[in-house]
C-alpha cells in the first residue's frame, strides 16, 4: 500500500480492492489507536483513495476487477489469493488483462 499512497500524493487517482470481510489492515492498531473502528496504520496508508469491496471467488467480482484494471494505466498487486501478484506493478500481468493494440 505504501507504492500507492506515493502516488496518490503526486496526484494519482486510487481505488483499493478489498474483499468482501475487509483488509486485515484494518485491524491493526498499535497501543490500541483506532478511529471509527479502524486502526491508524489503515488510516495511513489507505489516504487520498477510493474503496470498493470485490470477491475474488466470485465470476462478477472478478469481471469487475478485470474491468477496472484493463481502465487503468498500472495496477498495484496486494496480497496473495487476491486479484494481483503481491508487490507487482505493471501494465500488463494476472492483475492487469492485456489491453488491446498495447
Do not use: Q, W, Y
Not at 61 to 78: H, K, Q, Y
Request: glycine share 12%.
Amino acid at each position: 500500500m505504501v507504492a500507492a499512497s506515493v502516488l496518490a500524493e503526486f496526484g494519482a487517482e486510487g481505488i483499493k480492492v478489498e474483499p468482501p470481510d475487509g483488509d486485515s489492515l484494518r485491524l491493526v492498531a498499535p497501543e490500541g489507536m483506532m478511529v471509527a473502528g479502524t486502526g491508524l496504520p489503515f488510516h495511513s496508508e489507505a489516504r487520498i483513495r477510493r474503496f470498493v469491496t470485490l470477491d475474488a471467488d466470485d465470476p462478477d467480482g472478478r469481471d469487475v476487477f478485470r474491468r477496472l484494471a484493463l481502465s487503468s494505466p498500472r495496477t498495484i498487486g496486494g496480497r496473495e489469493g487476491a486479484f494481483c501478484a503481491p508487490g507487482t506493478l505493471s501494465t500488463a500481468n494476472s492483475c492487469s488483462p492485456r489491453r488491446p493494440g498495447r
